[in-house]
């Protein structure tokens, strides 16, 4: 069916959940979608039939991929809520994903483990939020978990996150004995009864006598933090009152709000519970629609050119595609959210990065997997959309009489890369259009041809994410191939800058000749590649100038040492010259690929390679060992700390070094210890390491 819906924007939400891996973010999703009659049941993680984890090696190991999106409702105080969820995975090898969903989301929930706290993916989830201003709410989940401990996790927040907490719940009971939570705006115990197997309904109770001084105590500290951020609270709190429970509710989203936008410190409200069995994930719903904010908080948009979109489907169009998803029966779905205006199937619309048009096809709202067909989808809305052929990730789609284009995502560059061969000629075509498919749906998948050997090199975030990406290929797309063994993706950059090299780019052949000249500098910067034309007078022709930036970023794609991409260089064109008749693009891009060659192998060129930040949680008798051993591997212990009787160990350790390390550490301690690790940043391989690599590559 065809349905037409102008949202009341104020009544809307897009989230995320984010979390590090299985702290219960998929499992608090399927109780969201039970209890708002999204489904009929409560699908579970390690029964492998959870209506978000719908891919197949989603179910099969029990983790989420891709993140999905999904629309229910709720009501809070009468009124009806459309929230727009979107769940994304926890491993740091799908990290883009979370990234993406964060640059289109308007709040987030944090999920945490109440056991392990704040964990290494938690703090790197928590600052993508933090850079893209997006207000939070924390849930700390499995209270029924032995050895969970609420208040400790929340120290972990304020200590490693630097949150300003609003407590807005305290446990009732710890572990098996987990019953529900005191709430302290409304002074009220939720309960959660025996008999209501699946958590769907709760009593709303007296606090405890047991539990009345601390929650006098608690409330205290709620209201006084709130104070210190709004005036009006603060005025309140110095004449010994306190705002009513209405108020209080309108206080802690402003302040909420306010504060994720700020990108500065981070006031965020606390609840907690336990998803698996079935308790507090109703408060946590009246907490997203409470104190997350709507589509009109966060209200207009900037695009590039001092071009700004309100919220509003009487503006001109403004949407950004975020995500896009390969359906084995419907195609390409491209995923969008509209900051303005309305976008209509069948409409053509820009593509204003690539200055393109597109038609729109189909669009949908996605129930994870299920959908439901609309006829045109308004501002706030996250939709997919059909039928749209150029457009990726981080494009604007927009009214081409009233173009913008708005601010795109980062992705990050692959840490290790492995070699894919088709089996046989046939297999080849399928195993490219595989990799051309995949590529479009996952910015951080990318592949380049080795130069020397001829061969498809894939590269990725993580041996996890290229052995997904493997069998999806198989799966999917019927590709059988032939994979090497994973390897580093190093890259190479400069230490030293060089003035005023010079390239003459000439050729006879024939009728017409080729001739260009040019002359740059070169230097290092902190990353990326910037080019600068200092050209003046003509010497070069303006038309040309594209040419040899395009030149030297042909010659970055392979760099001098050992053939590994370059970054962190800026080119800067000094002076050139032209000829008449025998000046061509082609010309001075060849030029401009020679002249960077010549200038890159005199700036002291050096090879980089990927440094993971690990943190290993081993049992205390295994320290000796688990430390040695990261020692033996390059690596630098960084801090030591005690959580939950166990130690852990973090440290900084060369990829390379890597490979393995979950057998390795498995059979050091009996099994007893785990470790995480997380890409942390580039550094230059030591000199006595650089030789067998060159010779290797
Ligand atoms: N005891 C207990 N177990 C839980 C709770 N919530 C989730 N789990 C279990 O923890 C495991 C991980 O849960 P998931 O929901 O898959 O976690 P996730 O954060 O979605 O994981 P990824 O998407 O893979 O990052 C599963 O086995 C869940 O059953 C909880 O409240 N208590």
Redesign the pocket.
């Known amino acids: 069916m065809v349905t037409i819906t102008r949202l009341d924007l104020a009544k809307v939400r897009n989230i995320g ?1 984010m ?12 109780r969201i979608l039970f209890y708002t009659g999204v489904s009929y049941k409560i699908g ?3 029964q492998g039939n ?1 209506a ?2 719908h891919m197949a090696q ?1 179910r099969e ?5 891709t993140s999905a999106a999904t629309t229910c409702h709720w009501p809070v105080d009468g009124a009806e809520h459309t929230v727009n969820i979107i ?5 740091v090898d799908f990290t883009v994903e979370v990234e993406r969903c964060l640059r289109v989301l308007d709040g987030a929930v944090t ?1 945490f ?2 056991v392990a706290g704040v964990e290494p ?1 938690s703090e790197t989830v928590w600052r993508q939020a933090d850079k893209y201003g997006v207000p939070r709410i924390c849930f700390v ?5 032995a050895g969970a401990d609420f208040h400790r996790c929340v120290d972990m927040m304020v200590d490693r996150l630097g949150v300003v907490p609003l407590v807005l719940q305290l446990p009732i009971g710890a572990e098996a004995g987990f019953t529900g939570v005191v709430d302290l705006v409304r002074m009220k115990a939720y309960v959660w009864s025996a008999e209501a197997e699946l958590g769907e309904a709760y009593d709303v109770v007296d606090i405890p006598d047991t539990h009345v001084e601390a929650a006098e105590k608690w409330r205290g500290r709620l209201l006084a933090a709130v104070a210190e951020h709004d005036e009006e609270t603060m005025r309140l709190y110095a004449d010994g009152l306190e705002p009513s429970e209405e108020g209080l509710h309108a206080v802690i989203r402003r302040v909420t709000i306010a504060s994720g936008r700020s990108k500065g410190t981070t006031v965020t409200p606390v609840v907690c ?5 079935n ?1 507090g994930v109703q408060p946590l719903l009246d907490a997203v629609v409470r104190y997350l904010p709507s589509p009109l908080d966060v209200g207009a948009v900037d695009g590039e050119r001092g071009v700004t979109r309100r919220p509003s489907d009487d503006e001109p169009l403004a949407a950004l595609a975020f995500k896009i998803m390969t359906d084995p029966h419907l195609g390409k779905l491209t995923f969008v959210r509209i900051y303005s205006g309305r976008l209509e199937s069948g409409a053509a619309v820009l593509n204003s990065v690539k200055g393109r048009k597109e038609r729109v096809g189909k669009i949908y709202r996605m129930h994870a997997a299920k959908r439901q067909e609309m006829g045109s989808a308004g501002a706030g809305d996250i939709v997919a959309v059909m039928g749209l052929k150029q457009t990726t990730t981080g494009e604007t789609l927009c009214d081409d009489r009233d173009p913008v284009v708005l601010e795109s995502m980062d992705f990050p560059t692959p840490v290790i890369e492995v070699a894919i061969e088709a089996r046989s000629r046939g297999n080849g075509e399928r195993l490219r259009l595989a990799i051309q498919r995949l590529a479009e749906e996952d910015p951080s998948f990318q592949v380049h041809t080795d130069e020397e050997t001829g061969q498809t090199v894939i590269g990725g975030m993580g041996e996890l994410h290229l052995e997904i990406v493997v069998d999806r290929m198989e799966r999917e797309f019927g590709v059988e191939a032939d994979v090497g063994r994973p390897r580093v993706a190093y890259r190479e950059t400069i230490r030293r800058p060089v003035e005023k090299v010079d390239y003459t780019h000439k050729k006879q052949t024939g009728g017409k000749g080729q001739f260009a000249k040019v002359q740059i500098s070169i230097e290092p910067i902190a990353e990326g590649y910037e080019f600068v034309n200092k050209v003046t007078g003509g010497r070069v022709p303006k038309e040309f100038i594209p040419s040899v930036d395009a030149g030297c970023q042909d010659a970055m794609r392979f760099g001098i040492l050992a053939g590994y991409e370059m970054a962190g260089v800026r080119v800067t064109l000094l002076d050139g010259a032209f000829h008449e008749q025998d000046s061509s693009e082609l010309a001075f891009r060849q030029a401009g690929f020679h002249v960077f060659k010549e200038a890159a192998r005199r700036a002291s060129p050096v090879l980089l390679e990927p440094v993971m930040a690990v943190e290993v949680t081993t049992p205390d008798g295994y320290l000796g060992e688990v430390i040695g051993d990261l020692n033996a591997r390059r690596g630098h212990i960084q801090a030591m700390d005690e959580r939950a009787g166990a130690r852990i160990v973090q440290g900084l350790v060369p990829l390379s070094e890597m490979f393995g390390y979950v057998g390795d550490l498995r059979s050091q301690t009996s099994g007893r210890a785990s470790y995480s690790m997380q890409f942390d940043s580039h550094a230059e391989v030591p000199r006595n390491l650089v030789e067998a690599i060159i010779a290797k590559a």
Do not use: S, Y
């Open positions: 959940i979390a590090h891996i299985d702290a219960g973010k998929t499992t608090t999703t399927e579970e993680v390690h959870t978000m984890d989603e190991r029990g983790i989420t991929i769940d994304t995975p926890g491993h999920v483990d109440g993916q989940n499995k209270l029924d978990r519970g336990t998803a698996f069995k308790k």
